[in-house]
């Protein structure tokens, strides 16, 4: 079975830096591109960033461009996601997500993980 | 920046209702819009993809329409556990985008 387990979620003050970690199994890794969504409190989903299959391209969200990263291990099968600079709006469950093999759509979720920016 | 419109942006229904949730593009997106299913607490579901493909494993009363004046999801007739939110997404430009979300609740 495809399973997204996210990890690393936690309190971080205002300003501060933060790293999330998705391990990825029941799939071949290396085959999709992957994506993180994220929900603030009582909000909608919105998209955060994408990253193609070798790493060698990535896509942010205007709001996070320039203060997140995400990266991938093909090897290890790990989806990353580097924040820096964050900010109380910041605040959110961020979801690892995987992208569909012949259809740009967002076939499996993980269960999230709660990132809180707070001083 | 690409917007993408839901409405409404919550509704009432009873269990065997049919329901429409529309979504509008700001600018052309082909048929690069998706539609999931998100219940609090729980990871989100994709059940429609490219405007009118039936993920697989969704039931089938749950349909992808295109029209002119945008796209739509249909629920042919409501069930207790499709009481969720629902929301599309495009996935035509570079920067993906969601819509804000239905909230589909019990009348």
């Known amino acids: 079975d495809v399973q997204l387990v996210e990890s690393g979620g936690g309190f971080v003050q205002p300003g501060g830096s933060h790293r999330l970690s998705c391990a990825a199994s029941g799939f071949t890794f290396s085959d999709h591109y992957f994506h993180w969504v994220r929900q603030a409190p009582g909000k909608g989903l919105v998209w955060v960033a994408r990253i193609h299959l070798d790493g060698s391209s990535t896509q942010y969200a205007d709001f996070v461009e320039g203060r997140f990263t995400i990266s991938r291990d093909n090897a290890k099968e790990t989806l990353s996601l580097n924040m820096d600079s964050l900010r109380v709006e910041d605040t959110a469950i961020y979801y690892c997500?995987?992208?569909?093999?012949?259809?740009?759509?967002?076939?499996?979720w993980g269960q999230g993980v709660l990132v809180t920016v707070s001083s | 920046d690409m917007q993408l419109t839901q409405s409404p942006s919550s509704l009432s229904a009873s269990v065997g209702d049919r329901v429409t949730i529309t979504c509008r593009a700001s600018q052309s997106i082909a048929g690069y819009l998706n539609w999931y299913q998100h219940k609090p607490g729980r990871a989100p579901k994709l059940l429609i993809f490219?405007?009118?493909s039936l993920e697989s494993g969704v039931s089938s009363r749950f349909r992808g329409s295109v029209s002119g004046t945008g796209f739509s999801l249909t629920i042919s007739s409501l069930q207790p556990e499709d009481f969720a939110t629902y929301y599309c997404?495009?996935?035509?430009?570079?920067?993906?985008?969601f819509g804000q979300g239905t909230k589909v609740e019990i009348k």
């Open positions: 490219a405007a009118t």
């Open positions: 997500v995987r992208e569909g093999d012949y259809s740009p759509k967002l076939d499996y």
């Open positions: 997404q495009q996935s035509y430009t570079t920067r993906w985008t």
